[in-house]
């Protein structure tokens, strides 16, 4: 019966070797022709260079689109923590008429596909006559993100009991002091993962971008408009190098301040 | 008793890989040997981590020993699988399959046993019967009150008929009042299928009230094996006297040995007690372990009585339905509880706080145990 | 209910009125641009005198579902083992699996028509060991290709619910089966299977609902064999211009994942869906 254990451990373990070879396997490749002295990019490796991310420091254009995923990215991900915020605190403190019925509503961004929502903002502003820029997609990212905060602070809201927050207004406090001075902190980590998680999509968000970005570009919309060109790919691969290593490190942040904010006991779902 | 041995741990040991900081549970059992017969009620019983579940976890194939034999049915288990094992379980939280209704539940067992539908339906049918859940049987068990899940589980044991029944504090989640009568329902199935039955709780009076023999574990070891009464009234030392039931343990220290009687100094005075076979030399700290209602008092009147006798003052009396529990200051700053029958307090046994009493018993109530 | 209003109002706003206007424009006519006022059910014949349209919509479905497939298929092994074998470092070992799905999308996609192409690394490599005889461009341009990368792009996110469903089964119903006679296998079948099944379904919405609408990913590495009904409705608002039979075609989409979700939603909780993200 051991044996069996360990065999059956083993092939797990050889499975979830092969599985993860599999998953970094195309990453590392394009780490690699980052560094490959060719237009190229093809095997065998002509030698090293970092021609690529020398260039990188120049190309305008790029680093222009780069600014505007970070403006745009910041600028969704605040409001989607304000209007996500509030609206996980509703839901978990207070039994209201239509509960149920706001979180399926809130919630059903979640199940759309982003090209349908895409096209549906794009008609909504022709309708309307706005003209598409930058914050017109990040009045999309915000769609996207709300439900995604929502739950993450739900969850952390559903780990500390609400007794605290009672405990606070029977001491005196009113009901903003302790909104302000118990829910909000006690929250914290899981509103920064919640901001961190949202920015990341931001950052990386193609589809509603390429609909709603107007003349601007944001960065995925700079390299899908790249990727056709093959002089500008290991430009593009040394590009995805940098945002790969940044984007990982700010995730594991986001993801270790999640595990924090949900604390030992365990996320619940939300019923 | 000359019945044959159902279940046999010789020398088993089980150590567990040091815990984690916080989770300081001893769970590892340490040279356990136990001998339960067929046909026997048998409970292990001690505080929680004492080793009890692993004990029963050892039996149903879900540990290995790390040394020892578990013998089961005559024969060697250690290497059998859980499903190979003729044992059943029942849960401590039920572990009742949240997927599949009570028949489902029921008849888990005889499906991968292979056995025939229509004998499935009829034995799962019996074993709903035996524990009065016949009409529960398309429910889920979410829909089931703790009890009804409770008999949910011990018919999905049942009704595989396994030659051994091991019932993981089975009623730790009812409520007291579902308790007591979980208890004399377990007991009226024992007797009534027959077959030998493992029980472990922490607690005494349940043990008390359904066992043939209880084994007292602590600390990974077994302390005492013996029927309830020898238990209550014959604790082999301090911790089984004071887990089992409640009693008064005063210091003592041997004067003299003499043949089957030592002499002690205790309580501020001095008595005479059988030795018990415990070997033990003048000038030698021991215990005496005495039951609250075995010690009568009696207003001081200076005379001498037969057996045990010490003085002392009455400190607090407190009612507690039958009977009324009376603290005593012994002269020598111990304190002893003694129980008078609430009845008997309105009358000749009305004491006060600060009356001036001798506490006494006859030779045979106090039991001497070694430090 | 003021803590509620503004996230409220902003979903109102900007996801469901936009949906609504969206549907009425499926029926005014088509003009090359922007479409015009005029009420016009020219979008509806179009789509159903026009067989290729429903025909991509269902190879997209079908390619929605072999992706959910397989992904799942790769992930509950990964899952199975995180959870019952790998012990305390369980959750750092599925952090590293999901650690690559946390780079840019398109360039994930991106190195996945590097290995695939006829200059490509798989090639190469195939010519290398011996096995081929000249580069071909095996499986690049083709509904293949479509269907690796978008299962290389969906795993990690397949190996979430299903990891967390089976984390949440609790040990004594194993041993519970085991003890009533089940052998490791049938304890599988009967118990672990069926009480992970809300972590897969959770794990078929999370794959195929963005699958289904997926139009980057063929646009990348699908040639014209892997044009998928993402792209259709794309390609109403940026070539063909004819915005009123976009919308239609997205609101056939919209029915057919809200009527999935409806339908499923009895099984499992929607919320969880996204609790992943």
């Known amino acids: ?203 990386d968000e193609f589809t509603l971008a390429f609909f709603l970005a107007g003349t601007q570009n944001t960065l995925p919309v700079y390299l899908y408009s790249q990727l056709r060109f093959p002089s500008r790919l290991p430009l593009a691969v040394s590009l995805a190098a940098v945002v790969m290593v940044v984007s990982i490190l700010i995730l594991l942040l986001s993801e270790w301040l999640r595990r924090i904010g949900a604390g030992a006991s365990k996320t619940k779902g939300i019923k | 008793m000359n019945a044959e041995s159902s279940v046999r741990l010789v020398n088993v040991t089980k150590q567990f890989p040091v815990p984690e900081k916080g989770q300081a549970d001893v769970r590892a059992v340490e040279d356990i040997s136990l001998d339960i017969r067929e046909g026997e009620f048998f409970t292990l019983l001690g505080p929680s981590g004492c080793g009890k579940t692993t004990t029963l976890r050892l039996i149903a194939g879900f540990e290995t020993p790390d040394s020892g034999m578990v013998i089961i049915g005559g024969q060697v288990a250690n290497e059998l699988a859980p499903y190979q094992r003729p044992v059943n379980t029942v849960f401590q939280n039920y572990a009742l399959f949240p997927h599949l209704t009570v028949e489902q539940n029921v008849a888990f067992g005889l499906k991968v046993k292979r056995i025939p539908v229509p004998e499935q339906e009829q034995r799962v049918n019996e074993a709903l019967e035996l524990v009065q859940m016949g009409a529960y049987g398309r429910r889920r068990p979410s829909q089931l009150s703790g009890g009804q899940q409770q008999r949910v589980a011990l018919a999905r044991a049942l009704v595989n008929r396994p030659a051994v029944l091991l019932l993981d504090e089975p009623l730790g989640a009812l409520d007291l009042r579902l308790r007591k009568d979980m208890q004399y329902e377990l007991k009226r199935l024992q007797v009534e299928v027959g077959i030998t039955f493992i029980y472990v709780t922490h607690d005494q009076e349940e043990a008390l009230t359904m066992s043939d023999r209880i084994a007292v574990m602590n600390q990974g070891e077994v302390l005492q094996i013996g029927s309830p009464s020898e238990i209550y009234d014959q604790p082999v030392d301090r911790f089984v006297a004071s887990f089992i039931g409640d009693t008064n343990l005063l210091n003592a220290q041997v004067v003299s040995v003499k043949n089957g009687h030592v002499r002690l100094q205790m309580g501020g005075g001095e008595v005479e007690l059988p030795r018990n076979g415990r070997e033990v030399t003048a000038g030698q700290g021991v215990t005496v372990a005495i039951r609250p209602e075995k010690l009568r008092i009696l207003r001081s009147d200076g005379k001498p009585k037969r057996g045990i006798q010490l003085h002392g003052q009455i400190r607090e009396t407190i009612f507690a339905g039958p009977d009324t529990r009376h603290l005593v200051n012994l002269e020598n700053g111990e304190r002893l509880v003694v129980l008078i029958r609430s009845k008997d307090v309105a009358g000749k046994q009305h004491f006060e706080p600060g009356d001036a009493v001798e506490v006494s018993c006859d030779s045979s109530g106090p039991r001497l145990l070694l430090q | 209910m003021f803590l509620l209003s503004p996230p409220a109002l902003t979903l109102l706003v900007f996801f469901f009125v936009p949906l609504v206007i969206m549907a009425s424009y499926t029926v005014r006519e088509g003009t090359f641009g922007v479409a015009s006022r005029t009420f016009s059910l020219d979008s509806f014949r179009t789509l159903t005198e026009n067989p290729g349209f429903l025909r991509l919509l269902k190879d997209s479905m079908v390619l929605s579902l072999q992706t959910s497939f397989f992904a799942i298929l790769l992930a509950y092994p990964v899952a199975y083992f995180l959870v019952f074998h790998a012990g305390k470092r369980r959750m750092s070992l599925l952090t590293l699996l999901i650690v690559p799905a946390w780079t840019s999308y398109l360039l994930r996609i991106l190195a996945w028509k590097l290995i695939l192409g006829s200059n490509g690394v798989l090639n190469y490599t195939l010519l290398n060991l011996g096995w081929i005889d000249e580069g071909v461009p095996i499986f690049l341009y083709s509904r293949t290709a479509v269907l690796i990368t978008l299962v290389y792009v969906w795993v990690p996110f397949a190996a979430l619910p299903i990891f967390s469903s089976l984390e949440r089964i609790q040990r004594h119903l194993l041993e519970a089966a085991s003890d009533l006679g089940a052998k490791p296998w049938e304890s599988f079948l009967r118990v672990t299977l069926p009480l992970s099944f809300p972590g897969i379904l959770a794990a078929f919405f999370f794959v195929s609902i963005p699958t289904v609408g997926e139009w980057v990913t063929p646009t990348l590495v699908g040639g014209v064999d892997g044009i998928m009904y993402g792209n259709l409705i794309q390609d109403q608002f940026s070539r063909a211009l004819n915005w009123p039979m976009g919308a239609l075609l997205s609101m056939v989409l919209l029915v057919i994942v809200l009527v999935a979700v409806m339908v499923f939603n009895r099984f499992v909780n929607i919320t969880e869906v996204g609790a992943y993200g």
């Open chain 1, 1 to 203: 019966m051991a044996e069996a254990r360990v065999a059956a451990r083993w092939a797990g373990a050889g499975y979830y070797a092969l599985l993860a070879l599999f998953l970094y396997m195309p990453i590392f490749l394009l780490i690699v022709f980052s560094f490959n002295d060719s237009v190229i990019l093809a095997f065998p490796l002509k030698g090293f260079t970092l021609e690529w991310y020398h260039e990188l420091l120049q190309a305008e254009e790029l680093l222009a689109s780069i600014k505007n995923s970070l403006l745009v990215g910041f600028l969704a991900s605040a409001v989607s923590l304000a209007l996500g915020t509030l609206a996980a605190i509703a839901i978990m403190r207070f039994r209201f008429r239509g509960r149920d019925t706001f979180l399926s509503f809130a919630s059903l961004p979640l199940v759309i596909p982003y090209v349908v929502l895409g096209v549906a903002l794009l008609i909504l502003f022709s309708a309307l006559g706005i003209d598409l820029y930058l914050w017109t997609v990040a009045i999309g990212h915000v769609v996207i993100n709300v439900p995604y905060v929502m739950l993450i602070v739900a969850a952390r809201l559903a780990g500390f009991q609400a007794n605290l927050e009672e405990a606070a207004m029977d001491l005196g406090a009113t009901y903003w002091v302790t909104l302000t001075k118990v829910t909000l902190p006690l929250s914290a980590p899981a509103l920064v993962a919640a901001f961190l998680s949202s920015f990341t999509t931001s950052f």
